[in-house]
């Protein structure tokens, strides 16, 4: 298994911290989605962005 | 028959409000069975809103600019009398809406009538309509195939010619996908040029609504009552520079649609290449935002009431929830720095275009789409082309190429042009000037 690949046990924590149970249906859904979420957090996070650029709150065109 | 003519009709007392809302609401009724376009016909209400209309006709009184047009929302506005949706099952215990949604209440006092909810993805999360609770909504043009999401009710009775407008939702392209798969035009507007008030939300910060029409001048008028205002443009659009976006946006594309995006660059005098950097960190910009903000707004539901969502919805909005706000924070980040990229390329050009998908709509028995040599989810990936495009709040119109010569029953195909914020004039101007050449435009489905 890849090293950062997302498990079972991770999205388990992660919805333990916000109150949240994962059906027993959904948990192979949730770790589809969240390791496609994965991918796409990766590619955001490797992008190096000025300290003065900040995030889009109160976002306007 | 366009929105203009309708209305000349109606208020010349060619034709009754009532009767035409009568014959629309039958046509609803009896064609929609093919296409599962709508949820709920607002017969009652619709039928007494034209009663006065005619009433208010025959007195002589002023009426409206969209006096007894009908027209149908996606079912995700509220309506007031009804428990709004948002295409699921979950809000079926809110108390009914106490008032329309804004927009709604703007074109309803230029007396344009209400007679359909329209079927959409479950809390628009998704690009085919396929719901589970109403049923998948079939392209007009071919009911083998999607009608493309999340507002494909909207855009498959505009298609099917049976209302001549209709409203939806753009959070990531749900009003520009199934606009292309179903050969209408349907605009995203300015973000913030139109009231969201009575909408309910997906990812707020990315969430605009807009029309779906069959001509750019149907658009244009339901648009500018909606906003409040007029969009008159009184320069020359036939020397406007016109960037076509490669890179990202040049890939997989159907030859028809190379094709037909060629035309219309020839047609233009002033041309160039734009390529945008990043636009695949855009859009997974754009995924995450989404992701996180619809799981946020649905984490209270999915604690104690998780079986009553659709399972493909309840599965992302999760993985969404789960989200590290770290990721979030930089994705919102990049929105920013991807918005003054775009921004600083509108010093250049005038009008950017784009593809609004990679072809034409998938089949409803093999709904993927083919994307770097792999077949992938048609739900979640028919955005890829309108996603980064969400980020920087522009309005963007999707417009439909006409079926490719010599075959009237090719299927349709969409392009995105998109302007500075604001400039919605120049973007509709543009527009009605390609569709008055030919290049723009697909007839309505036949019955």
């Given at each position: 298994m890849p090293e950062n690949e997302i498990t079972v046990k991770d999205i388990m924590v992660i919805a333990r911290q916000i109150g949240l149970s994962i059906p027993e249906q959904s948990v192979a859904g949730v770790l589809s989605n969240s390791q496609l979420l994965r991918g796409y957090c990766d590619l955001i996070c490797s992008m190096d962005l000025p300290d003065d650029c900040p995030p889009a709150y109160e976002y306007r065109p | 028959m366009s929105i203009s003519n309708l209305v000349h009709k109606i208020r010349d007392g060619e034709l009754s409000a009532e009767k035409h809302c009568r014959e629309t609401i039958q046509n609803l009724k009896a064609r929609d069975s093919k296409y599962h376009?709508?949820?709920?016909?607002?017969e009652d209400r619709a039928i007494t809103a034209a009663k006065q209309l005619d009433q208010k006709i025959a007195s002589g009184r002023v009426v409206g600019s969209l006096a007894g047009v009908p027209f149908g929302v996606k079912d995700l506005f509220d309506v007031q009398g009804l428990v709004t949706t948002a295409g699921s099952i979950?809000?079926?215990?809110?108390?009914?809406?106490?008032?329309?949604?804004e927009v709604v209440r703007r074109l309803c006092s230029e007396d344009a009538i209400p007679v359909a909810t329209l079927n959409m993805d479950e809390f628009a999360y998704?690009?085919?309509?396929?719901?589970?609770?109403y049923g998948t909504t079939c392209n007009p043009h071919d009911t083998a195939r999607l009608a493309g999401g999340s507002s494909g009710g909207s855009a498959a009775a505009v298609a099917a010619g049976m209302l001549p407008f209709t409203l939806g939702s753009d959070t990531n392209g749900s009003i520009r996908v199934p606009a292309s798969l179903c050969g209408v035009w349907g605009l995203r507007p300015t973000q913030g040029l139109l009231p969201l008030s009575g909408v309910y939300p997906f990812a707020a910060s990315l969430d605009v609504i807009g029309p779906f029409a069959q001509s750019v001048a149907d658009i244009r008028v339901v648009t500018e009552i909606m906003a409040g205002r007029k969009f008159e443009y009184k320069d020359d659009v036939d020397n406007l520079k016109v960037g076509l976006l490669g890179g990202w946006f040049a890939q997989d594309l159907s030859a028809d649609l190379q094709s037909g995006m060629q035309k219309i660059l020839q047609s233009c005098p002033i041309t160039c290449d734009v390529t945008l950097p990043e636009a695949n960190k855009a859009r997974a910009a754009s995924f995450v935002i989404t992701a996180a903000e619809g799981g946020n707004l649905h984490l209270p539901r999915l604690k104690t009431t998780p079986m009553a969502y659709d399972p493909a919805t309840r599965d992302r909005l999760m993985a969404g929830a789960l989200l590290p706000a770290s990721t979030v924070i930089q994705a919102q980040r990049l929105r920013n720095w991807f918005r003054d990229i775009l921004h600083s390329v509108f010093n250049e050009v005038d009008i950017l275009m784009a593809p609004?998908?990679?072809?034409i709509a998938p089949r409803l028995d093999q709904p993927t789409i083919m994307v770097g040599g792999k077949a992938v989810s048609a739900r979640a990936n028919l955005g890829l082309f309108t996603q980064p495009l969400s980020l920087a709040g522009m309005p963007v119109l999707s417009a439909p190429l006409p079926p490719s010569e010599g075959n009237q029953k090719s299927m349709p195909l969409g392009v995105q042009f998109i302007a500075a914020p604001g400039k919605e004039n120049m973007l509709l101007a543009f527009a009605e000037k390609l569709e008055r050449s030919g290049l723009l435009g697909f007839p309505v489905a036949s019955e």
């Open positions: - | 376009a709508v949820t709920r016909v607002l979950t809000l079926n215990n809110n108390a009914p809406a106490s008032n329309d949604a998704g690009f085919a309509t396929e719901n589970a609770h609004a998908t990679v072809g």
